[in-house]
Each structure stands twice: as structure tokens, then as C-alpha cells.
């Protein structure tokens, strides 16, 4: 990147460029207000893996329900994961809540203001370590996300693919990160690349950096930062449980708290494995005795590293219901668990599938 001899330096002209052309976000102080870190902290762990316009209305709820960190540490898991739910990546959640309680009981209710002490408490990398510094407390901190990925590859032409180049492109990123304003100058990083330099079309005219910008002037820049190429996603298999009471109220389970949906609630199902079980291995993970059938059709869904198919088997339990290892919930009140959605797909199945007439 060559920079001019004399004149503002990029972080200054960005800086100037934030100034005027900021997002107005919810969880983002207004300007000349101090950043309240519980907000910061909040944003920033919803946001991982997720939009920001996906983020907004749960940010506003959240904070509606829990407006402090201490009533957030005296909230009950099961309503946090229940207002989680749609937002995926459930061990934030889980997390979240433990960090809360950490926070209140061991550091009476403060945040850490630096990146060492931010990445001792769950659920906290170094990324968001990093954001938390900067914006909450104005720290120096190189905040490196995927606009920010996109910027600086952009900026200095690097054709190494990702996620290979991150190493670099952060060490590049921290060269750039100014004393001055690093938390202004974050969310300036990070608001250039989500309306300016963005991932088709950048708006190269509109960028106060473009005179810096090594493939803008190679005519590059839509192609970086280039990726290698992703793996297939294998699929996995499993069964799962419709068992209903004699009253209609449906059989739930709480899944391990370590693992994938850890600590979520899950009609029954077998594990989930790479070849198909055949119906009778798979009845004898059943949950309970009932006269179990199979559902026409399965439900996929998808996650990061894999696919997911189900079988739904549903059956009316016997008189052994009262033993089986979870909670009988009626039809109308599931909603008032945390279901993720792969859930929430088993049971739209297996209600569109009404046990036949005897």
C-alpha cells in the first residue's frame, strides 16, 4: 500500500469518514457517549456466525428482558436459550449466561478492560477480546472480523487464499490500527467493509481509503480476498421420537450439556452417525415403549460442518411412560421450551403427519 509523504494517514481519513457516515446500530453509543461494556459485550456475541440484521431485534429483546449483567446472571438458562433460539450456535448462549454469572460473582459485576483478562471468561476469543477493548474501553487492539479480512486484503493486494492469509492479513491489520481512537477506528474497519467494501461491487469510488488501495488501482478488488476451495459437507443419520402421552402431551429431552445443541431441549433421538441405522437398531433407542411407526419423508437440516437427515418414528406410549427419562409436554406449550431449529422441523413433520384413525 503506498501512502502519500504528507497529508491525513489512512486511520485519520477513515476516522473522518466514520464520523459522517457511522451506522446507527443499537447496541453502538452515540457519538461523544461512553459505550456501556454490557451492550458492547452483548452485540458482540450474537454477532458471531450472524448478521447484523438478524442480530437486532434479538439485541433489543435480550436487553428489554435483561438490561443489566446482574439480571442477565440471575436469569434461568432455559429462558435464555429460549429467547435464543432462531440466532443457532447455541454454546454462545450457554456461555453467555455462564459468563454473565462469572462476571457478577468473581469480578463484582465489571468487565475486564483488557484483552488478557476479556479472553479468561467464557465465550470470549481473541476477536471479540480484542472488540470488547477497543469499543468498551478504547484499548489499542487489532479487531480483525470478515470485513475487516476483506478490507485489508483488498488494501494490500494479498491473493493468498483463506482462511490461509489470516495470519497476515492480521499482522497487516495491526500495522494500521491507530493509537488514537481504536475503538472509533474498529467500528469504522468494520462499517467500511459491510457498506463500502463489500464482498460484489465495492463502491471503490465512495472509499476514503481507495487512493491507498493496491488492487483498486490493479483492478482487482472484487476478486479478493480469494478462499480455497470448501470440502463436500458430509451427511449424518439418525432417528427420532415422536412419543405421545395418552393425553396428547409429547415426550422432550434435554441433550448433553457438552457438544453440539449442548443443553438444549430435543424430541428423542439416537445419535447421528454416517450411515443410516436400519428401523430395528434403531427402535431399540427408543425412549420409551410405544407402537412405534415410521413417518413418510425425513427432516434435513444443515449445519456448519455437516447435513443432518431424520427419521421420525411416532408412536402412543404404554403405561411405561412414566418412566422415561424427560418431560411430557402438551402440543401447545412447546413453545415455551428452547427447541433449536432442527427441532422445531421434527415436530412441523411429525403434526403434518397425524397418526391414522383406529
Not at 457517549?33 to 450472524?50: C, F, G, K, N
Not at 410405544?290 to 443432518?308: C, I, N, Q, S, Y
Request: hydrophobic share 40%.
Amino acid at each position: 500500500m503506498n501512502r502519500p509523504a504528507s497529508g491525513p494517514s489512512p486511520a485519520e481519513r477513515l476516522l473522518a469518514w466514520y464520523d459522517r457516515h457511522r451506522r446507527d446500530l443499537p447496541w453502538r453509543a452515540p457519538p461523544g457517549a461512553r459505550p456501556d461494556p454490557y451492550r458492547v459485550w452483548l452485540s458482540e456475541i450474537m454477532l458471531q456466525q450472524t448478521t447484523v440484521a438478524t442480530v437486532g431485534g434479538y439485541f433489543l429483546r435480550f436487553l428489554a428482558r435483561w438490561p443489566t449483567l446482574s439480571a442477565l446472571a440471575g436469569a434461568d438458562l432455559d429462558e435464555v436459550l429460549r429467547e435464543w433460539q432462531g440466532l443457532g450456535y447455541y454454546a454462545r448462549a450457554r456461555n453467555l449466561h455462564k459468563c454473565a454469572r462469572i462476571l457478577v460473582a468473581d469480578h463484582d459485576g465489571r468487565f475486564p478492560d483488557g484483552e488478557r483478562g476479556l479472553r479468561a471468561l467464557p465465550g470470549i476469543g481473541v476477536y471479540t477480546a480484542a472488540a470488547i477493548a477497543a469499543i468498551a474501553f478504547d484499548r489499542r487492539a487489532t479487531v480483525v472480523d470478515g470485513n475487516v479480512e476483506r478490507v485489508v486484503a483488498r488494501l494490500f493486494a494479498v491473493e493468498d487464499p483463506l482462511p490461509g492469509a489470516k495470519p497476515a492479513l492480521y499482522r497487516l491489520a495491526d500495522g494500521l490500527t491507530p493509537d488514537r481512537r481504536p475503538g472509533d477506528y474498529a467500528q469504522a474497519m468494520m462499517d467500511l467493509g459491510a457498506t463500502v467494501c463489500t464482498p460484489r461491487s465495492p463502491d471503490c469510488g465512495r472509499c476514503p481509503l481507495a487512493e491507498d488501495c493496491a488492487s483498486s488501482r490493479g483492478g482487482i478488488a472484487e476478486r479478493l480476498p480469494r478462499r480455497a476451495a470448501k470440502a463436500a459437507r458430509p451427511t449424518r443419520y439418525g432417528t427420532a421420537f415422536w412419543a405421545v402421552r395418552p393425553d396428547g402431551a409429547v415426550l422432550l429431552r434435554r441433550r448433553a450439556e457438552s457438544g453440539l445443541l449442548g443443553g438444549m431441549m430435543e424430541i428423542p433421538s439416537t445419535g447421528w452417525t454416517e450411515e443410516p441405522a436400519a428401523n430395528a437398531e434403531a427402535l431399540d433407542l427408543a425412549p420409551v415403549e410405544a407402537d412405534w411407526r415410521l413417518l413418510p419423508g425425513e427432516v434435513r437440516h444443515g449445519f456448519t460442518h455437516f447435513r443432518l437427515e431424520l427419521a421420525v418414528m411416532a408412536g402412543r406410549a404404554g403405561e411405561g411412560w412414566r418412566d422415561a427419562d424427560g418431560i411430557w409436554v402438551p402440543v401447545d406449550r412447546l413453545g415455551e421450551h428452547a427447541l433449536p431449529t432442527v427441532m422445531k422441523k421434527v415436530v412441523r413433520h411429525a403434526l403434518s403427519h397425524p397418526p391414522p384413525r383406529r
